[in-house]
Each structure stands twice: as structure tokens, then as C-alpha cells.
């Protein structure tokens, strides 16, 4: 009996609320949330290796720069990097003047070897347009800024035109493109 007076006790004081007035629900303000900042990757630029007080053209090696980017992925990344012809660069240099970025895709490819089915692996095909030559630098810039993400193991460059066939640019590995010119 004593424990069924105290039961009633105790649900007689949470139906009193304990003083505070039950009220409707207010809204004060939306619900918590955290601005994240966008991922801050890199790509490569071109810095100078000497100051060239003469008429001979300067030498570059490829540095890579921070890039604010919208996100995380190749594309973001390669955008920043033609974006970068417009801007001013603090020194540093691009070798993609009158190239502009037109979109990537992934392919896998199963390689076999002696009968034996290896580890799928990937190459980034880049889609470029622009006229003249794409010089060496150039080509490392894309690459080399493409292979940040591992999981390519080439990455192919291809230029298209408005009225004639694609021009392929070769695969390429960004390692190799930097022992040619280092």
C-alpha cells in the first residue's frame, strides 16, 4: 500500500509540472548547423627556377599551389587548374594559355597477362580544346594535377576540335612528366 501512495505521489507532481506552465511549441530559430569551408586541394602551376635578365626564355618546374575548390572531386581540380589563366598567379605560371577544360571521364580497363585476369586498372580520359601546341608543361600540369587522385593510373588527354577529328595527346603518368622535365 505504502508504494502505491508514493506512485500516486509521483504522478501527481509530474502532471503539476513542477511549477513551469505548459505552453505550445515555439519556434526560436532553424535547427543547428556548421558552414564547412571547401576543401582546399592542390594543382600545379609553373614557378620559375631563375630570374632571366636576358632575352632567353625562362625555365619552370611544377610547383603545386593550394586551390580553393567547390569540392573534392578531379573535375573541381582541373577546373581551378584552367582557371588559373585568368588570374593573377604571384609569380607563378601556366602553360595552358588559350586551353579551355571540357570534362573528364573514367574508363576501367581489365588487364590480362598470361591468362591471368590482374586488377582492373583506371585511366582519366581529359577533354581539352584550344589551338597550337600543348606543350610539355602543359601536359604534366593536367596530369600531374589529375593523379592526386590515386586511383588513376593514366591519365589521357585529348583535344577536341570544332571542325576536324579529335587530337589524342598520349597517356600519360605524372611521374614521367616530371623526370622529362626536372
Not at 7 to 35: Q, Y
Not at 64 to 78: K, Q
Not at 125 to 138: A, C, E, N, Q
Amino acid at each position: 500500500m505504502k508504494g502505491g501512495r508514493a506512485l500516486a505521489a509521483g504522478l501527481l507532481l509530474a502532471a503539476a509540472g513542477c511549477g513551469i506552465t505548459p505552453t505550445n511549441v515555439v519556434d526560436v530559430a532553424g535547427p543547428p548547423t556548421v558552414k564547412i569551408p571547401p576543401p582546399s586541394k592542390t594543382i600545379y602551376l609553373l614557378k620559375p627556377t631563375e630570374a632571366r635578365q636576358d632575352s632567353r626564355r625562362a625555365r619552370f618546374r611544377l610547383t603545386r599551389e593550394p586551390a580553393d575548390v567547390e569540392n573534392d572531386t578531379v573535375d573541381s581540380l582541373l577546373t581551378a587548374l584552367f582557371q588559373a589563366n585568368e588570374r593573377q598567379l604571384n609569380g607563378l605560371h601556366t602553360a595552358l594559355r588559350g586551353f579551355t577544360y571540357e570534362g573528364i571521364q573514367d574508363s576501367l580497363s581489365p588487364v590480362t597477362r598470361d591468362e591471368t585476369r590482374l586488377p582492373r586498372t583506371s585511366t582519366l580520359t581529359v577533354y581539352i580544346k584550344g589551338t597550337g601546341t600543348l606543350p610539355p608543361l602543359g601536359k604534366a600540369q593536367i596530369v600531374c594535377t589529375a593523379q592526386q587522385e590515386t586511383t588513376f593510373v593514366k591519365v589521357k588527354i585529348i583535344r577536341q576540335f570544332p571542325s576536324r577529328a579529335p587530337q589524342d595527346e598520349g597517356q600519360h603518368i605524372c611521374g614521367e612528366l616530371e623526370a622529362a622535365k626536372g
